[in-house]
């Protein structure tokens, strides 16, 4: 059974009033949800730099194992050398080995030269990783004191919460898939999150720029669906200055 217009805006605004309280239930919380995602994406980031580091210094070390080995084989092929230098037959052979000790000799050099470059690389990646280590610690220490105030201040409204998240899943069933969509454009678009509106004081309660009498007229019969030529929030209704006064004159007189 489709449901009538009046009830369409009755479904509408009792979703925007959950809405609302859960609004109010993030506002509270402020900017440390988004600050603690950004405190982890930084900590992420430094966490990927300190494995590169790491990656980079063992690499370093593989190269260093690496031209060690070069230097034992040239210092083996030297000692090979000389002895066969002190059996060649004639000039020709000697020069021969003369260069190859020279070549293994120019070997050494270039590695111990490698390994040196390679030491001082380890060093400085050492000292950054370091400096990046105290970097990440100070970061933490805020993300752990940003974490636990919000896990002070979700634990305080967690109940509530979720009892609203309860209420709005009921009340988002009573409304079309297509209206629904719609209230959640307007709300995402709508700095107070009010996709839902009453006029009160002739005037629209999202935007409040004046809405004209035949307009008030309009929506009061709930015959259509009616939005705010200004903001295109939706009108549930209107409220009337006498019902106003009387809710005014009421809290006064409970205060009394």
Do not use: W
């Not at 609203?164 to 959640?184: D, F, G, M, P, V």
């Not at 309009?218 to 030529?229: F, S």
């Amino acid at each position: 059974m489709e449901s009538t217009v009046a009830q369409k805006l009755e479904a509408l605004l009792n979703l925007q009033k959950i809405d609302s309280r859960l609004d109010a239930i993030f506002k509270v919380r402020g900017a440390l949800p988004e600050e603690v995602q950004d405190l982890e994406d930084e900590i992420a980031g430094y966490e990927t730099r300190l494995d590169k580091f790491q990656s980079d210094i063992q690499m370093l070390d593989e190269d260093i194992k690496r031209f060690k080995e070069n230097i034992k084989e040239s210092e083996k092929l030297i000692k090979k050398y000389t002895e066969q230098q002190m059996n060649v037959r004639n000039n020709r052979e000697y020069d021969a080995i003369t260069k190859e000790l020279e070549l293994q000799d120019l070997e050494i050099q270039v590695s111990k030269k490698k390994i040196g470059e390679a030491q001082a690389k380890i060093e400085q990646k050492n000292t950054d990783v370091e400096a990046l280590k105290e970097v990440l610690k100070d970061r933490q220490k805020d993300l752990d004191g940003k974490k636990g105030e919000l896990d002070t201040i979700v634990a305080e409204s967690e109940a509530e919460e979720a009892k609203l998240n309860n209420e709005k899943e009921k009340a988002s069933k009573k409304i079309e898939e297509r209206l629904l969509k719609s209230y959640t454009k307007i709300r995402q678009n709508a700095k107070n999150g009010l996709a839902v509106v009453m006029v009160k004081r002739n005037a629209c309660g999202g935007c409040f720029n004046v809405v004209p009498p035949q307009r008030q007229a309009d929506i009061r019969e709930k015959k259509k669906l009616i939005v705010c030529e200004h903001c295109g929030r939706i009108f549930a209704g209107v409220e009337d200055e006498v019902e106003e006064e009387a809710t005014t004159k009421k809290k006064r007189s409970s205060r009394a």
